[in-house]
């Protein structure tokens, strides 16, 4: 069983430029969760996507935003990149069921430095 | 809404010494509580979780957390601190969302010293 990987493992980018992040879920999960940790903090939700539709969202300006494709690998895209925009991205996939708890399975991260 | 304090930024213990890690939460439904744990340069692996049943949970490598709905916390102890256990712990919530948004606390360093 595969687990949950994400590309690139590490980012340079310059304020202003745009980035794309990416995730593939572990096999057989149906949703992908991105949430943003900077340094010396825990992680904060970005959005979750469940069958390719965004399905909560956390505090997170619209120049953040993402896609799920059929595979149900994701892509996280940020716009306008701000120097406050570095931190350690994670993907967490699971598999969504009507009710209870779907336990979130986190990939390594990509670390983005903004300059 | 859901939120998660971690009381201590940074803990030593000696090796073989008691590891408590504290945490409170506030939930304004029943919670589902989580420790992750996040070693350098790598991603969240779950130490242990609560979600109903038994209040007193146990985890991997040793590590368990008992669910005090009076305190509104959910510590994390391990008996024997072992120098693999120096890491970076995270304490989250899950709860009253039709979505998987997980709240988590600031998270507490622990050092093993020998």
């Known amino acids: 069983e595969t687990g949950v990987t994400q590309s690139p493992t590490h980012l340079i980018k310059t304020r202003g430029q745009q980035v794309t992040l990416r995730c593939s879920s572990q096999s057989g999960h149906n949703t992908v969760s991105w949430y943003q940790q900077a340094l010396g903090q825990g992680p904060q939700f970005i959005f979750q996507?469940?069958?390719?539709?965004?399905?909560g969202r956390g505090n997170f300006p619209p120049r953040f935003s993402g896609l799920q494709f059929p595979n149900y690998s994701s892509e996280l895209n940020v716009n306008a990149l701000e120097l406050d925009d570095s931190a350690l991205y994670l993907c967490?996939?699971?598999?969504?069921?009507?009710?209870?708890?779907?336990?979130?399975?986190f990939g390594p991260g990509t670390r983005l430095t903004v300059l | 809404a859901q939120s998660v304090t971690q009381l201590g930024s940074h803990v030593s213990v000696s090796e073989g010494a008691l590891v408590l890690l504290r945490c409170n939460y506030s939930?304004?439904?029943?919670?589902?509580l989580f420790w992750y744990v996040q070693y350098p340069n790598q991603g969240l692996q779950l130490l242990l979780k609560y979600t109903t049943g038994a209040t007193l949970v146990k985890g991997i490598n040793g590590f368990e957390a008992e669910f005090k709905k009076s305190e509104t916390s959910f510590h994390l102890t391990k008996p024997s601190a072992h120098m693999s256990d120096a890491a970076e712990y995270f304490c989250?919530?899950?709860?009253?969302?039709?979505?998987?948004?997980?709240?988590f606390g600031q998270g507490t360093i622990l050092t093993v010293h020998p």
């Open positions: 967490a996939s699971s598999l969504a069921a009507s009710g209870g708890y779907n336990e979130q399975f």
């Open positions: 939930s304004s439904v029943p919670p589902y």
């Open positions: 996507y469940y069958r390719e539709e965004e399905n």
């Open positions: 989250a919530v899950l709860g009253g969302t039709s979505y998987g948004k997980l709240t």
